[in-house]
Every structure is written in C-alpha cells, then in structure tokens.
DNA sequence: GACAACATACCAACTGGTTGGTAATGCTAA
DNA sequence: TTAGCATTACCAACCAGTTGGTATGTTGTC
C-alpha cells in the first residue's frame, strides 16, 4: 500500500491528476485517456499500474486520505494544549483553507465520488467512507478530550459529533458549488463552530 | 412552464425517469437511452420534449421544486401556530422522510447533480441553486418568523440559517451514501434540530 | 536476458444526438 | 357539422464520436 518512491512515477501523476479532474469534472465524465493527458501519461501506463478506472479511483481514495492526514497533522491547532481550543483551532482552519481558493481546490474528492457511485460501485463507495470516517475520528478525539474536560455529563455522542463536522462541511461544499461562491462554505461551516461553541458554552453552564 | 395535462404524457414520464435514475446513477451514468427504456417511451420522444439531455436535467430540477413544494405545504407542521413550533416541526418532518425510505428515494436531485455538473453546466448548476435556494427560503419564512417572537435580538442571520438547515441535510445524505446507511442521515439532522433549540434556548435567557 | 515500466495502435460497445417519417389531435372556415 | 389543414406527439433506424479496456511492441535497468 504505502510505496515509498523518491521521482514522481506515472502512477502518482496519475493519482493526483485524479483528484484534480475528478473534482472538477465528477468521476463519469472524467475519462481515462483525459487523466493520462492530464498525468503527461499514456493509456498503457495507466493500465500497467492500475487494472481499471475503479481500480485508480480506490487508490485515489487512499491517497487523498494520507494526504489529507499530513496537512492536518501539520496545521498550528494541534499545539493548543486545550483540546477544546484544537477543535475550535481545527473547524478555523478549515475556514482557512476555504479562503482563497476555488471550489474545485478545497472541495473533498471522497465527498464528490461518493455522491456518484454509492450505487454503482460499492467497492468506491467504501473506500470513500473509509476516508471520511479516518478523518472524522481524528477530529472525534478532539471531541472526545474536550468533553472529558469541560462537559463530561453531556449527553450528546462524540462519534456523532465527530461525523456532523465532515456532513456540514461536506453539505457547505454542496451549496458553495450550487452558488458558485466559496464564501457560502465558510458562512455554513461558521454556523458548525457556533454549534461547537454552544454546546460546550451551555454545558458548563450546567 | 406550468403545463396542467390529464394524461402521463411522454414528457411527464421521462422526467419521473430522471428524478429516480439520476438520484440512483448519478447524471453522467444516466443515458438517455436508459432514461427512454425506464420511461416506457422512444428517444424520438425524447428529443421532441427536450433539445438535449442538459435540457431534461433543467426541466427535472423544476419539476423536482414543484414537487417538493407541494410535499412540504402538506405537511402537518404548518399547522402549528408559533413559527418555533414550525421549525422544529419542519425538521421533525424531515426526519420521518428519512426513515423508512431507501437512499436513493430520499435524497435530494439537486445536491447530487450539482456535485457533478457545477463546474461543466453552469445551466444545471443555477437551475440547481434556484431550487435550494427557494426551498431554503421558505424555511427561512419560518426562521424569520421565530426569531421576531422568540429572539428578536439574536446576532445570528436568518438567511444564512436557512440555507445552513439546506447544508446539514445535504451533508447528511452524503454521509449517508458513504456509509450506505440512512440512519446515518437521521443522526446528523438531529444534530440540526439540537442546534436550532440551542439558539433559541439561549437567545430566550438573554 | 529478464523483467518492470512504459508506448502505440486498436477494438467493440456505447454515447448523445439526428434523420425522415407517421399517427393523433386541434383549429378554422364554409 | 365537418372537410381541410396544420401542428403536436411520437417512432425506429441510424450517425459520428467517445468510452473503458486490450494486444503487442519498445526501452531502460539490474
């Protein structure tokens, strides 16, 4: 799975030219001779390394993921000592990444692939769900550690909670591409930070 | 536009067709020959109704607003006389869509084409829009009203929260096709419904 | 010279869309 | 009322282009 290899071989031109046109285009419409144009590939490349379309589309899955873990892993929240400012740290930095930056760049291709062949393809579909559940439990731990410490008679779920994170800002990405404006992302995923705030915010109180 | 036929014309059949395929398949997935065959009716017929498939998908997302439209003025929860009791109402009602319906019966047409077609349609993807946002605003009336009885003084905008109850439930069935499961779907709108009661919980104290 | 990593040329199936035609319906004027 | 005509609604066969996938050839490296 994990292979380690220092010059951009096809196969990794190939998966990230997947995750560039795949949000673009939607899986359908995105042919395979255009993502080995896109990868500066040939069809035979692209065949030698994946035996088909759903095959790369899984693999995508996977390399989307691990990617997605390293910004997060990187980003400043994580040295919060209070998790429930890493939380807080964490909804704003999805803020962040949401400025400045077109809807085909900072939407999610697990998200974008899902919606399309949850039906036709249950080997996608599970892949991408394997995707948004790793993300959405690294953010339950966050959640898990702020309810411990400032609201540990709540009676919400923090798998749920977890969850509820990735469906707004997966539903903001739904929107913001329906409106043609990232801005309505950031204003949704502002209405998820409230909600946040709230819950812990009345929690003390009691 | 508001064409009032007796009969299940060829017209009215193949947008059914689209309302149901594409919801299954997806739109690229979704042919028009297969939309002919599920419709019971040639591709003659087709493109006599519709001068392409973009056309049809047009046509659907009004037919699909009408329709929806007409499911919610219907429905009990307006009713109720004070507008919170509406809301919560609203999506209490939302709820029961969701269970005991299978995910392609319950998802919305609109979320799912415009995840595929905003960036290559921008025909498709306003027509998408406008369906939202209408809906989205008829919720907002509700919202609007709330807040003059209950929380005149509240920060928080109302449309944004409209189209923001809009995210939550997209973002719910997203999650929920990942997981192909739409219990999944249920647990994040409660969430929504928790987040509403908190907002007026906490505008009533101040 | 063996094997992985590609490239080239090609295919059958399917795509959205067009064709020329026909049956049914509505409209109009005598 | 109805003959005459125009329009709408629909059909079956077909088209050119594209699709995912394959078969075979070439190249560089150990």
Redesign the pocket.
């Known amino acids: 799975m994990t292979q380690t290899q220092t010059r951009p071989?096809?196969?990794e031109k190939l998966l990230a030219a997947a995750v560039q046109l795949v949000r673009e285009k939607g899986y359908?419409?995105?042919?395979?001779?255009?993502l080995?144009e896109n990868a500066?590939?040939?069809?035979?490349?692209?065949?030698?390394?994946f035996?088909?379309?759903?095959e790369l589309a899984i693999a995508a899955t996977q390399f989307w993921t691990e990617n997605a873990a390293q910004l997060f892993a990187k980003a400043e929240y994580n040295k919060f000592e209070d998790p429930l400012d890493q939380l807080i740290g964490y909804v704003d930095f999805r803020l962040q990444l949401v400025h400045g930056s077109t809807l085909p760049e900072c939407t999610c291709l697990l998200g974008t692939m899902v919606q399309e062949k949850f039906e036709t393809s249950p080997a996608i579909r599970d892949a991408c769900y394997e995707g948004i559940h790793f993300h959405a439990a690294e953010v339950g731990k966050m959640i898990a550690a702020a309810k411990a410490l400032h609201a540990p008679h709540a009676s919400w779920n923090v798998e749920n909670l977890g969850l509820y994170t990735q469906a707004v800002i997966q539903g903001a990405f739904v929107l913001a591409k329906a409106k043609n404006d990232v801005t309505l992302a950031a204003d949704m995923i502002l209405h998820l930070r409230r909600y946040i705030e709230l819950l812990f915010h009345h929690a003390k109180e009691d």
Request: hydrophobic share 30%.
């Open positions: 071989t096809a196969r359908d419409a995105t042919s395979v001779d255009s080995c500066g590939v040939t069809k035979g490349a692209f065949f030698h390394h035996k088909s379309k759903d």
